[in-house]
């Protein structure tokens, strides 16, 4: 940790670039979590894995070369088309990689501890993907909710500014708030309101925040869900599902960010 400070302080502008295009990287490959996982998780026939087989185009099966694999350059050269079939590829990917290398850079310039940093990285590449298929499918995968539960309780049994206590009761009481509200909503109104999987995302945000952010965490979550409704209700008003993990990974982010900076000042 000390040389990744000491970096950042005799390199101000080179390490937040370096950042950015590490941020890119990640993103690359978190995009292909976010296309992968959810038929790994319904188990669609002849679905992939996240490393098997190698990139390709869904339309035509060309095997991507090396020089097409380039985050955000290759999708700006090849002009978003497919190279042998010319088939759109989606803006998604490319949009994923350029707000992962943003997202990066702009932390790195701007994050005072550079633990914090790292940290706050591991958390975007676990709530980036669930953002992206919880948009998409409505869903929110045991396989990368569980994993962040666990490690925001380790982080906090290594890193004790927040304590590892505040941390497990965070995961209790974030899964049974929304638990409770979701049975609340149900034997109210007959309808379910909220997935299993809003629950389970809330608790590893309890446990990367602690317990006593998640009355601010769910204020954050809950309003900008509000605004992120209107938005697309005038948008599209036919067919329109809303999912509620988007805005629970933005207010952990936000959340997150801010205890950070209270930690150091």
Request: hydrophobic letters at 55%.
């Amino acid at each position: 940790m000390n040389t990744f400070a000491l970096m950042r302080d005799t390199w101000p502008v080179g390490f937040p670039a370096m950042s950015a295009i590490l941020g890119s990287i990640v993103g690359s490959f978190l995009g292909v979590v976010a296309e992968r996982v959810p038929g790994m998780v319904m188990e669609e026939e002849g679905s992939s894995n996240l490393l098997f087989p190698a990139s390709h185009c869904p339309v035509c099966q060309h095997t991507l070369a090396a020089w097409e694999n380039i985050p955000l350059v290759s999708w700006l050269v090849l002009r978003g088309r497919c190279r042998s079939c010319h088939t759109a590829i989606p803006l998604r990917i490319f949009l994923i990689e350029l707000f992962s290398a943003l997202f990066f850079g702009i932390t790195a310039w701007c994050m005072p501890d550079v633990q914090a940093l790292f940290s706050l990285w591991l958390l975007a590449a676990f709530l980036l993907p669930l953002t992206m298929i919880d948009w998409r499918y409505q869903l929110l995968p045991d396989c990368l909710t569980q994993p962040l539960l666990w490690a925001g309780l380790l982080l906090h049994a290594f890193d004790h500014r927040l304590p590892l206590r505040d941390a497990l009761f965070g995961a209790v009481a974030g899964y049974l708030s929304l638990w409770l509200l979701y049975w609340a909503f149900r034997l109210t109104t007959g309808r379910e309101g909220l997935g299993y999987g809003d629950f389970k995302l809330l608790a590893a945000l309890g446990a990367w925040c602690g317990w006593q952010s998640l009355p601010v965490l769910e204020l954050v979550a809950a309003l900008s869900g509000i605004v992120g409704y209107f938005t697309l209700f005038n948008l599209n008003k036919n067919n329109l599902t809303i999912s509620f993990g988007p805005y629970l990974s933005f207010a952990g982010i936000v959340v997150f960010i801010s205890q950070q900076f209270a930690f150091i000042f």
